[in-house]
T-cell receptor
Framework: KNQVEQSPQSLIILEGKNCTLQ??????????LRWYKQDTGRGPVSLTI?????NTKSNGRYTATLDADTKQSSLHITASQLSDSASYIC?????????????FGAGTRLAVHP | DVKVTQSSRYLVKRTGEKVFLECVQD?????MFWYRQDPGLGLRLIYF???????EKGDIPEGYSVSREKKERFSLILESASTNQTSMYLC??????????????FGSGTQLSVL
């Protein structure tokens, strides 16, 4: 069964520190992998989209990496800010599927404290 | 920027009521989706639509129906609400693409409580 698992479930860091969130998936083959940020009470917003041939993609202080061999992706947040407090969701699109086949992870809830 | 608007942020309904959740997008997107989001679970697809008057079942369609009479509007209907339908409901839209490489744009969600 295709799965996407994220770790940790939750994380607390101090403002200004870096952190890395993990996403492991069993989907194979896959078309692309996305990271979304979801603020409390809001819908998810896209941070990055990587195809299976890409290794890294940046969006400001957010850098996503992809290792297709080990089926792992990570999202690194540099110099965290209070506004980074949110849930971060990893989403994998199977190669043969369209939007209706997207597989969502349960998310990592990040809290950035002053 | 694409805007996906869900008509209600919070709804409280009684068991057995008929519930309508409305979603409107303003970017002429062909694709629209309804998901539900529960704690500890990834988003699960309820229904989606690739065109006006067209609908397809997602992974968990039981107890739900949808309507898409106009391109910009996609409605989710709970024919007879039950307590296990208490959840956050998210609407999303995207431009047409065959393999899902485009971004999904989400609304802010509707937190539905069924008592």
């Amino acid at each position: 069964k295709n799965q996407v698992e994220q770790s940790p479930q939750s994380l607390i860091i101090l403002e200004g520190k870096n952190c890395t969130l993990q996403c492991n998936y069993t989907v194979s083959p896959f078309s692309n992998l996305r990271w979304y940020k979801q603020d409390t009470g809001r819908g998810p917003v896209s941070l990055t989209i990587m195809t299976f041939s890409e290794n890294t993609k940046s969006n400001g202080r957010y850098t996503a990496t992809l290792d297709a061999d080990t089926k792992q992706s990570s999202l690194h947040i540099t110099a965290s800010q209070l506004s980074d407090s949110a849930s971060y969701i990893c989403v994998v699109s199977p190669f043969s599927g369209g939007y209706n086949k997207l597989i969502f992870g349960a998310g990592t809830r990040l809290a950035v404290h002053p | 920027d694409v805007k996906v608007t869900q008509s209600s942020r919070y709804l409280v309904k009684r068991t057995g009521e008929k519930v309508f959740l409305e979603c409107v997008q303003d970017m002429d997107h062909e694709n629209m989706f309804w998901y539900r989001q529960d704690p500890g679970l990834g988003l699960r697809l309820i229904y989606f639509s690739y065109d006006v008057k067209m609908k397809e079942k997602g992974d968990i369609p039981e107890g739900y129906s949808v309507s898409r009479e106009k391109k910009e509007r996609f409605s989710l209907i709970l024919e007879s609400a039950s307590t296990n339908q208490t959840s956050m409901y998210l609407c999303a839209s995207s431009p047409r693409a065959s393999v899902g490489n485009e971004k999904l744009f989400f609304g802010s969600g509707t937190q539905l409580s069924v008592l």
